[in-house]
């Protein structure tokens, strides 16, 4: 068993943590990340994360040296030079750049819900401004469509970088819009998500019910 050497700051909820805790277990490295479960907003920070991350956002990984990395993207960077299988994120040529466009698409949708999700839920309900909802909206549906011609021309076959952002977005939308209704309009996406979603690293890291 190896030890652990590393902590996880995140939380359950976080899909931009979820997309690290599947690429841990997609790489067999879970068992060196402890996970510390820390509760927090932009209106409520956690001190723990701030003297970590001045950001005050997660996920952020300690290392056993002390210092911390952030973000996801970083961390995934980093995670997925410690393990000796194939690289999930090409280490170069016109395909590192690809996968790595198509995983910033899937962050979109993600930065996008989440700033949905803190409007409706952490702003006054007289506040709320639903021109900027809908327009935070329009980008989720336009990542979709560009997911929809990926899932249908087989690009998302090998569950790497990109897939992983993909399938935890897809995963965000179900937890937190769960009337979106997605699937009737992108059935390619949602028949690949019918598999993507039924893989252990994705059925062990799912958001709280
Ligand atoms: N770009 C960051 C986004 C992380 C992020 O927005 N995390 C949210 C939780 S899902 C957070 O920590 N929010 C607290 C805040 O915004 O202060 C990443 O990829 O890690």
Known sequence: MPSKNMTLFYSPASPFARKVIVLLQETGQLP???????????????GEVIARNPSGKIPALELANGETLHDSRVILDYLDHQHSGEP??????????????LASLADAILDAGVLIRYETFLRPEELHWQTWLGAQQEKIERALAEFETQADTGQLQRFDIASIGI???????????????????????????????QRESMLNSQPPA
């Not at 510390?36 to 932009?42: A, N, T």
């Not at 395909?95 to 790595?100: E, G, I, V």
């Open 32 to 46: 060196t990340v402890e996970l510390f479960d820390v509760k927090l907003s932009p209106v409520s920070p956690s």
């Open 88 to 101: 999930l994120i090409p280490r170069e040529g016109p395909s590192r750049w690809q996968r790595l466009t």
């Open 167 to 197: 399938a935890c977005a897809l995963g965000y939308l179900d937890f937190r819009q769960p009337q979106l209704g997605w699937r009737e309009r992108y059935a390619r996406l949602a028949s690949w998500y019918a598999d993507a979603s």
